[in-house]
């Protein structure tokens, strides 16, 4: 069964850039997967970052963007505040209607 | 605004079930295909299922096949999960979440989520 991969943690200074990447134990990922990227601080629901790719959802801040970079989909953070201090989970569509999340990216701002 | 609302949650003993609702608001549902997504505690997201805005069609994560079921019911704007033969490793919060695609689109994504309901199994 094909794994989504993501970094378990990285840390990114105050005002720095950060990306975070999700990738395939097998294959590469590309604009057909519908890559998109979900933030979770502790105790709440998941907000929706991006979907398909590199479209923000409403109301998230331009310092958040989505990309393909290489064989991966990419979260990069520019601009790094301490409120996004935060898990990130990409999720990638497999076909067939069946969904795989990655398992999460710590993102500590220090 | 949208809402979603889930609830039915609880501690029940492995090898029972235990049915899931989510109570939809502010759209119009019955427009709408909507996810059950789980998170055990301590642990990452993980997709359970999805159901088509018209209920016709579903699909559900490999582990949770043939013990789950969703449904819908779009006169009432509620989704189900229906879970049998609970094991210990079902311990989570469920999670409903909604498509952002209108029929008769997918976007292959989810916007909108509930605050989700706990499920513990044990004996």
């Known amino acids: 069964q094909t794994v989504v991969t993501q970094e378990p943690s990285f840390s990114v200074s105050p005002g720095g850039t950060v990306t975070l990447t999700c990738g395939l134990s097998s294959g590469s990922v590309s604009t057909g997967y519908y890559p998109s990227w979900y933030q979770q601080t502790p105790g709440q629901a998941p907000r929706t970052l991006i979907y398909?790719?590199?479209i923000r959802s409403s109301g998230v801040p331009d310092r958040f963007s989505g990309s393909i970079l290489g064989n991966k989909a990419a979260l990069t953070i520019t601009g790094a505040q301490a409120d996004d201090e935060s898990d990130y989970y990409c999720v990638l569509y497999m076909g067939s209607g069946i969904w795989v999340f990655g398992g999460g990216t710590k993102v500590t701002v220090l | 605004q949208v809402q979603l609302v889930e609830s039915g949650g609880g501690v029940v003993q492995p090898g029972r079930s235990l049915r899931l609702s989510c109570a939809a608001s502010g759209f119009t549902f019955s427009t709408y295909g909507i996810h059950w997504v789980r998170q055990a505690p301590g642990k990452g997201l993980e997709w359970v299922a999805f159901i088509w805005y018209d209920g016709n069609t579903k699909s559900y994560a490999d582990s949770m096949k043939g013990r789950f079921t969703i449904s819908r019911d779009n006169s009432k704007n509620t989704l189900y999960l229906q879970m049998h033969s609970l094991r210990v490793e079902d311990t989570a919060t469920y999670y409903c979440?909604?498509?952002?695609?209108?029929?008769?689109?997918?976007?292959?994504?989810?916007?909108?989520w509930g605050q989700g309901t706990l499920v513990t199994v044990s004996s």
């Open positions: 398909d790719t590199n």
């Open positions: 979440t909604r498509d952002p695609g209108r029929k008769p689109t997918v976007q292959y994504c989810f916007d909108y």
